[in-house]
């Protein structure tokens, strides 16, 4: 795992609209599923619903926000959502939902690429390391959480980076 993590210390992701279309927004989005998925480690899945918002709003009220990946995300109690509005020319989301990181609040361009690369040593992932939730990564992560005994939520949430190792 440390090995993994060391070969993606510098990563960056970069947008790939050609292999992991980019999501528009929607007000109306909810997760697919998250209704069913119990407990508290679930609610902020549950409760997600985008917002689009200005720079300066984003700025009074988060510490961190980031272009990562083509998509400028903000940092809230150990989750990156996307920054819906920041700057409308950096929009690029392969995934419209909380991203959980944990107590390291890397970016998560670089928690996805580790998550990925454990992932393909398993044979889960089939797909190239790009630091992008994508289809295929969403599809390597159901697999795994199902054989693991974990809710199959297709997203980088607290069970799943705990039985990693990542957590």
Do not use: C
Not at 34 to 47: A, D, L, N, T
Not at 57 to 65: E, L, Q, T
Not at 108 to 133: F, H, N, R, S, T
């Amino acid at each position: 795992m440390q090995q993994i993590q060391q070969q993606h210390v510098s990563f960056h992701a970069q947008p790939r609209p050609d292999k992991v279309p980019a999501v528009t927004f929607s007000a109306n989005f909810r997760i697919q599923g998250s209704e069913q998925w119990q407990g508290p480690q679930y609610e902020v899945y549950r409760s997600y619903r985008p917002e689009r918002h200005d720079q300066g709003w984003y700025h009074s009220r988060y510490k961190r926000v980031e272009l990562i990946g083509g998509g400028y995300y903000y940092f809230n109690n150990g989750y990156w959502y996307p920054a819906w509005g920041y700057n409308s020319t950096n929009e690029y989301y392969a995934y419209d939902a909380p991203i959980y990181v944990g107590k390291r609040a890397e970016p998560p361009d670089k928690v996805i690429a580790d998550v990925q690369a454990v992932l393909q040593e398993m044979g889960y992932y089939k797909g190239e390391v790009d630091g992008l939730l994508g289809p295929l990564t969403r599809e390597a992560l159901t697999g795994y959480q199902a054989d693991q005994g974990l809710v199959a939520t297709a997203v980088i949430d607290e069970p799943t980076l705990d039985a990693l190792g990542m957590g």
